[in-house]
């Protein structure tokens, strides 16, 4: 069964008749190299034909006239996104950033400009060099009154794919030339699990490769899919994404229809991968995983079922942890499954059933990320891992545990190919910037993402072991990034806002970052530049030429040209592109990735080749098991963690003494929980606000015919219980106002059984659309995070905490008001008056 998908693939490539010719498929590898035919395009229309790739897949797009008309996924891609139809419409949309602009106030006064009227959408029109020497001016006021701890290069997301225009890459070469700055590490994704991971299992576990599917289709008896939903969140990849993981979904799916494989999905919510494997569904209440994790550790010790050789072999710690389990130290309690039923709403039968389920059959673990994006975030991972480890299957074919199965191909099987570097974001070797100085004023230099609005404070936290200051900084530069869609706590962020004195949003689309901006600069598309991308986050299944499908619009420019443009300020603009130009950058990284495979043997055309045929594919590589290599020789192979082991005790985290992240995992409650729990009484439903399945994060969002497809009378759906929705007197398709303490937004009512009562999902990412742009006011079109808690997880990651909520909600009445998240500025002259746009 191994590859057979993948093989059938080529295989069926090769069938297609060549009269539908349209760019050749390079197949490469260590002897020949195969042409194959294209399929679904017209021969008589060819030459309107080109060849891109994007977060959703590849693809090719017909342009006729400079504009986009259609796009057809790449015919390698069997299981294509939908979301690649929405293509056009982010090339063409109400939002996009059209010219340099300047905030009214800030415009006339500078950085002693009235804070206040941030977000109120007035903006001046200025040219290019106006807009970038206004940048490099205040970079420069910037950097000689508050030294390198003044300026934050904004964090920069998901970016576009293509490996010359990364705008992060160039946003920090940029800014480097010029002086130091404050950086940030994590991501609001899994910042929790990628800092406890190391301790644990000694690597961040999020982003390594995964068991290769192969095996657990061949071997998985039971597979337990945690908080993971693959086929919402797999139509996505960091890289131009193959979608082969589906073909492993689609296998699994028809071996649970024959009985031979069984999988649970625990979960709050019924997920679209439950209903589409048609698997078991087993709820518990939200965010009391690790009350239901422990009672079955309890269970596997209780009743025998746990592997003690593996324990003594591969792990240390167990015989310290085991005293909390038994309730002999900490709170005192045993933690039988009766003790988890009242709080996690699992049946204290079916505990013990689900324990000796895992124990008795090969079981494979999948974690999703939700459960760490959560208050004490690090507890729910550490204890699946701990769980994993009593079952004594990691490093088995089908068994043992993941945390990365959910993200990005993860468990497609590698090629072994090299993939092609990037623009590069440091500064070549010997030179410097033009501030030198690392006097950060005894702050750090790089911060806790999830911390950026903390910073702006200066205050000191606990973080990972040490007691850091945060840098004050006063001037941020964000880069491809929606910081005002990713943050918590929107209310919040204007407060602290009020304290920044310039902030430049380098985007396409007019976003809310770039609305609460005082300088915005318009970034062109990746479909308006010429690049190249891996094809494959984790497999490397090939290398996509990305031919530029139109000019770029308006007054948009590529994030190299408007970087290569500030360089010139500091008269080093050979030195930031190194004396080559967009084209010369592809061709130079495709022709270094050539000459390192040519060494592995794998082969590759010329660079004009490639160039005019748009791909080159390669073939399978050897099925992989995580972490087989340590369970065969855990002393030669020993992991990253301090011992070597899988630490289910870890010294190094019990001696920072930290009360909400302790030695080993243990039960705490949150600040706020549905289903009686801290708030519930006042807010009695927990707001999940995950990622959605109609975008990217807030990518796309401003995609006016994708919006259409989903909105509720054009607001953000909230999905409710039929039962709670009732005893509220909302019906399907009304307005709904959902509210707490930290503020108050809009939605449109969707009714649904898969959402039990007490729980609501408003899905991340929707972009922030307030009345105006006073503290408190009204989100217009569904911005979960209006209503999320920016806290940090814990001491040691101080990761985001957004699925940590309760809320209320009522039915709206009245005349709503209008939807202010989309679209472009108010244009105003210097006076304040409107400007009609000319073009």
């Known amino acids: 069964m191994k590859n057979h998908s993948r093989r059938g693939f080529l295989k069926a490539i090769s069938a297609i008749s060549a009269g539908t010719l349209v760019a050749p498929i390079v197949l490469a590898n260590t002897n020949s190299v195969v042409t194959q035919n294209a399929e679904n395009i017209e021969h008589s229309i060819l030459d309107n034909w080109k060849f891109s790739g994007s977060h959703w897949g590849a693809f090719r797009a017909k342009v006729v006239g400079n504009k ?96 010359v225009h990364s705008c992060g890459n160039h946003m920090h070469r940029g800014i480097k030339m010029h002086g130091n700055s404050v950086g940030t590490m994590q991501d609001y994704s899994t910042g929790a699990g990628q800092t406890i991971m190391p301790y644990v299992m000694g690597t961040t576990e999020v982003y390594i490769q995964g068991t290769s599917w192969e095996y657990i289709v061949d071997n998985t008896e039971l597979l337990v899919m945690w908080a993971m939903d693959p086929i919402k969140n797999l139509q996505i990849g960091w890289n131009t994404e193959t979608h082969e993981s589906f073909i492993y979904l689609e296998q699994i799916k028809d071996k649970v229809a024959k009985g031979e494989m069984q999988v649970i999905s625990i979960d709050p919510i019924v997920t679209k991968t439950q209903k589409y494997l048609k698997s078991e569904h087993q709820y518990l209440n939200p965010l009391t995983d690790v009350a239901f994790q422990l009672a079955i550790a309890h269970t596997l010790w209780k009743e025998d079922l746990y592997d003690k050789d593996f324990i003594d072999t591969y792990t240390v710690g167990f015989e310290l942890f085991l005293p909390y389990l038994k309730g002999e130290t900490e709170d005192m309690v045993e933690k039988t499954p009766e003790w988890a039923e009242p709080i996690c709403g699992v049946p204290a039968d079916r505990i013990r059933e689900l324990a000796r389920l895992m124990a008795s059959k090969r079981t494979q673990i999948m974690v999703g990320w939700g459960i760490q994006r959560n208050q004490h975030g690090e507890q729910p991972f550490w204890m699946a891992a701990i769980i994993a480890s009593m079952l004594g299957q990691i490093g088995l074919p089908g068994g043992g545990i993941s945390y990365s199965h959910n993200y990005s191909g993860a468990g497609v099987t590698a090629t072994g190919a090299s993939m092609p570097g990037s623009f590069p974001l440091n500064l070549d070797f010997g030179r410097k910037p033009k501030y030198e100085s690392e006097d950060y004023k005894g702050a750090v230099s790089v911060i806790p993402l999830t911390r950026a ?46 304290e920044l004195e310039t902030i430049v949003s380098i985007d396409y689309n007019w976003t809310a970052t770039c609305r609460f901006a005082d300088i915005v600069l318009p970034a062109c598309t990746t479909y308006e530049r010429n690049d190249l991308d891996m094809y494959g986050t984790y497999c490397n299944r090939g290398i996509i030429a990305m031919h530029k499908l139109v000019d770029p619009l308006y007054q948009s420019r590529s994030d190299f040209d408007i970087w290569y443009d500030f360089a010139k300020r500091l008269g080093r603009e050979e030195e930031y592109c190194q004396g080559m130009n967009e084209m010369q950058w592809i061709e130079k990284l495709y022709n270094d990735c050539y000459a390192e495979n040519l060494q592995k043997g794998f082969y590759m055309p010329s660079f004009e080749e490639f160039w005019e045929k748009g791909y080159v594919l390669f073939p399978d590589g050897k099925p992989f098991v995580q972490h087989a290599a340590f369970r065969e020789d855990p002393e030669v192979n020993a992991l990253g963690t301090p011992s070597g082991f899988i630490e289910i005790y870890s010294r190094k985290i019990a001696s920072f003494g930290y009360d909400d992240c302790k030695g080993h995992p243990i039960w705490m409650e949150k600040s706020e929980r549905s289903h009686g729990g801290p708030k519930s009484d006042k807010f009695p439903f927990w707001l999940q606000s995950i990622h959605p399945d109609k975008r990217l994060h807030s990518q796309m969002c401003e995609v006016d015919s994708a919006r259409d497809r989903y909105t509720v009378q054009d607001r953000e759906p909230i999905y409710i219980n039929p039962i709670d929705a009732m005893r509220k007197g909302i019906e399907e398709g009304d307005l709904v106002r959902v509210f707490n303490d930290r503020g108050q937004l809009l939605a449109g009512a969707r009714l649904s059984n898969d959402y039990p009562q007490g729980i609501v999902r408003i899905h991340e990412g929707g972009w922030y659309g307030p009345v105006d742009e006073r503290i408190g006011s009204l989100d217009t079109y569904g911005d979960a995070n209006v209503l999320t808690q920016d806290i940090g997880s814990s001491k040691l990651a101080q990761a985001v905490s957004a699925n940590t909520c309760v809320v209320d909600f009522e039915k709206f009445e009245g005349i709503p008001p209008r939807v202010t998240a989309f679209g472009g500025p108010t244009m105003v002259d210097p006076d304040g008056n409107i400007v009609k746009e000319l073009s």
């Open 68 to 163: 986009v008309t259609e796009v057809v996924p790449f015919e390698f891609d069997k299981f294509p996104s939908d979301l690649i139809y929405n293509i056009p419409g982010i090339i063409y949309n109400s939002s996009r950033v059209r010219y340099p602009m300047v905030r009214l106030d800030w415009f006339k006064n500078g950085h002693y400009s009235d804070r206040r009227q941030r977000g109120d959408n007035r903006f001046v029109r200025v040219s290019w060099d106006q807009a970038l020497d206004l940048m490099y001016n205040e970079m420069e006021r910037i950097q000689q009154t508050y030294g390198p701890s003044g300026l934050m290069r904004g964090h920069v997301g998901w970016r576009s794919v293509g490996q």
């Open 453 to 498: 609005i903390d910073a702006i404070d200066g205050r000191e936290i606990d973080f990972n072991g040490q007691r850091i200051k945060l840098p004050a900084y006063k001037m941020a530069v964000f880069s491809g990034s929606n910081h005002w869609a990713r943050h918590q706590d929107k209310n919040r962020m204007k407060r602290k806002y009020l």
